[in-house]
């Protein structure tokens, strides 16, 4: 964790706060702070700065905070990611968020396994819990809005082209294309498909809706490799 | 699995291989695979192509394969990266090889812990089969040369020097340096430091080597998730 995340309910008042739970567990156990110790810290929605250990015990920990630096710039990039397998899709949340993509759509697509829509990490709670992780990880503050979308016609039809006006429209898919862009200037609505690629009906949907495909060569990628991948290339 | 890999040990003859053990159930029961069944096949350091299954059962299924096309292009890179912790190192190893990168060298670091050294997937075998994987998503037959180097300073003086002599040497480290390039057209020498990053004395030497350091914006990216977007931002 090189960003110490404070929710709302930390704050005792506006410079102090109190922590429990994992994050006090990983203060003590990880960054082995003490009393008087400085962390970086960064309230959840808000700003980053600064937090001075004033208490510390197996309890709790309390912390006088400045916040004045405001978050990173986030990607100006619309993720849409055919629902990943469970466990990917938690390696996955953390790394979209570490990267910074304001917003991700999770799609439903022919060969997402029915089975995957029935995982608890689906919760809300559970995952905001993989977003922080990776916010943590990035030293950012700001959650990315996530939809989930489990119908893929009505989606494609009916929102995707409002998402992707006025932006540039891309869809991640392997064959004979143009390679994916690079250095992009504008917005980017960015659609990647799940293991084994999207059917050719979702592929002319998704043209229809306003993408174009691009390849990003030979080989396959998880996605969570594609991930990284494509949005470094793009931005 | 996008290709299934055989073994030298698999052939039978030039045209037909045996496969038991982690493949056949792989054939089996996540391909569902059936005697006529035709499956991309490539021979490990060799040529890819098809092949058709001739036998199926329990104990081991039986393929004639026709290989005639070479394994995509590998990038142009050396990548030294300090040693991720075990669970990381693994997902790593698939990655790097998935990516075509065709020569990776492990290095010690003053911020790679101790233990980290003692893991079992350091041994030649388990290093192998996390490549294995990474080739046989990517559909890739070459494995990448892996060289683990536990000391930094005799590796970073006296052999770094000549890997790196006629590529461009990159150090990725976080601070107030240049961006990293893009889309470079030669061979390229990359640093990924640990958790944590390169101490500044590490840095003084990889300097020395002939590599330049290089940042990839505020965000700290897990080395996952860096490994990835520098590649692809580089290639």
Known sequence: ??????????????????????????????????????????????????GQLLQLDAQQAELRVALDQPPPAKLPVTLVLALPRPK??????????????????????YRVEKSFWQTPFLDAQAIREQLLLGLEQARDTLLPEVHIEQRFKPFVEDRLPGLA???????????????????????????????????????????????QAVQLGPRILRVETAVPALLARLF
Request: one cysteine or more.
């Open 165 to 211: 006006a006025g932006t540039l429209g891309l869809l991640g898919h392997p064959g004979d294309y143009p390679a994916c862009p690079r250095a992009v200037s504008g917005p980017v609505t960015l659609a990647i498909g799940p293991e084994g690629g999207w059917i050719p009906y979702e592929v002319t949907l998704l043209e229809q809706a306003g993408l």
């Open 1 to 50: 964790m090189n960003l110490l995340l404070l929710e709302d309910a930390d704050f005792l008042d506006a410079c102090h706060v109190r922590l429990q739970g994992r994050r006090l567990q990983h203060l003590r156990e990880v960054h082995r702070a003490e009393v008087g110790s400085t962390l970086r810290v960064g309230r959840i929605g808000g700003l980053m700065g600064q």
């Open 88 to 109: 990917m899709l938690k390696r996955t949340l953390q790394t979209i968020a570490a990267m910074g993509v304001p917003r991700l759509v999770l799609l439903n697509s």
